[in-house]
T-cell receptor
Framework: KQEVTQIPAALSVPEGENLVLNCSFTDSAIYNLQWFRQDPGKGLTSLLLIQSSQREQTSGRLNASLDKSSGRSTLYIAASQPGDSATYLCAVTTTGTASKLTFGTGTRLQVTL | EAQVTQNPRYLITVTGKKLTVTCSQNMNHEYMSWYRQDPGLGLRQIYYSMNVEVTDKGDVPEGYKVSRKEKRNFPLILESPSPNQTSLYFC?????????????FGQGTRLTVV
């Protein structure tokens, strides 16, 4: 059974710092991995999708990497801003489970002034 | 605008009173699913649908029903809600159920059962 773990559970950094969020998964037989952002009381916003054949994806100040064989992904946020404060979730779709997403419990990020 | 729309956003109800949470997508997606989010447990899949008239149980289906009569709609039905179904619910859709497509989520429905 696929399990997804995110470390750390919470993180506080000053504005302008670069930071890395970690995600690990136990079953490397995945179709893809998605990073989401969740604001309090809001829905999930898709940030980046990495297919299993890809190593990384970039969108603006965000860069996500995938090492499928070791079951790890990182989300790198450059030059953090207070508006980046949110909970970040990673999720994988595992082969044989259709498009079911297995989620980690998230990293709650606070960027302070 | 491509989107997944859930209604209502907030709902407080009493134990045993049947309710339906609606979900609609305008992207012509085949695959739709429902998740619930609880503190410390993350998001867990309740039910999913591969296409019209094709539905199946997810990881936590007890106490829920779904239907998929039209491609765009996938309502979640609680026939007799109980307090342990108090949660934040999300509907999601993907182009297909083949696992390699991006998932889009609705804004969520916060349900409280008293």
């Amino acid at each position: 059974k696929q399990e997804v773990t995110q470390i750390p559970a919470a993180l506080s950094v000053p504005e302008g710092e670069n930071l890395v969020l970690n995600c690990s998964f136990t079953d490397s037989a995945i179709y893809n991995l998605q990073w989401f952002r969740q604001d309090p009381g809001k829905g999930l916003t898709s940030l980046l999708l990495i297919q299993s054949s890809q190593r990384e994806q970039t969108s603006g100040r965000l860069n996500a990497s995938l090492d499928k064989s070791s079951g790890r992904s990182t989300l790198y946020i450059a030059a953090s801003q207070p508006g980046d404060s949110a909970t970040y979730l990673c999720a994988v779709t595992t082969t044989g489970t259709a498009s079911k997403l297995t989620f980690g419990t998230g990293t709650r990020l606070q960027v302070t002034l | 605008e491509a989107q997944v729309t859930q209604n209502p956003r907030y709902l407080i109800t009493v134990t045993g009173k049947k309710l339906t949470v609606t979900c609609s997508q305008n992207m012509n997606h085949e695959y739709m699913s429902w998740y619930r989010q609880d503190p410390g447990l993350g998001l867990r899949q309740i039910y999913y649908s591969m296409n019209v008239e094709v539905t199946d149980k997810g990881d936590v289906p007890e106490g829920y029903k779904v239907s998929r009569k039209e491609k765009r709609n996938f309502p979640l039905i609680l026939e007799s809600p109980s307090p342990n179904q108090t949660s934040l619910y999300f509907c999601a859709s993907s182009l297909s159920g083949e696992g390699n497509t991006e998932a889009f989520f609705g804004q969520g429905t916060r349900l409280t059962v008293v």
